[in-house]
């Protein structure tokens, strides 16, 4: 049984910063490309960044340049480290693994003075 569990949300104020972490198990970790969505009030679900099996990233244009996706595959973990955080990220932010319909919980991220 497949099981993510995110973690690392919180409040925030603008300019800060905040570290996701989502722990897989029930699964070969290392074969699948994982990835971050989030979803903000009233708003459908939107990417925001991709790792392949071999650390290739990809992100949404609003969050380049601020934040970054990395794996540890040892730890069958995959984080999102989110800097220079804007009110407009906002948003429960999910873990999922690529073209399974595995996702997370979600973990609530506020950023707001």
């Known amino acids: 049984q497949v099981q993510l569990v995110e973690s690392g949300g919180g409040l925030v104020q603008p300019g800060g910063s905040l570290r996701l972490s989502c722990v897989a198990s029930?699964?070969?970790?290392?074969?699948?490309?994982m990835a971050w969505y989030r979803q903000a009030p009233g708003k459908q679900r939107e990417l925001v960044a991709v790792?392949?099996?071999?650390?290739?990233?990809n992100y949404a244009d609003s969050v380049k340049g601020r934040f970054t996706i990395s794996r540890d595959n040892a730890k069958n973990t995959v984080y999102l480290q989110m800097n220079s955080l804007k009110p407009e990220d906002t948003a429960v932010y999910y873990c999922?693994?690529?073209?399974?319909?595995?996702w997370g919980q979600g973990t609530q991220v506020t950023v707001s003075s």
């Open positions: 790792i392949t099996t071999r650390a290739g990233t």
């Open positions: 029930g699964m070969i970790f290392s074969i699948y490309t």
């Open positions: 999922y693994v690529q073209t399974t319909g595995f």
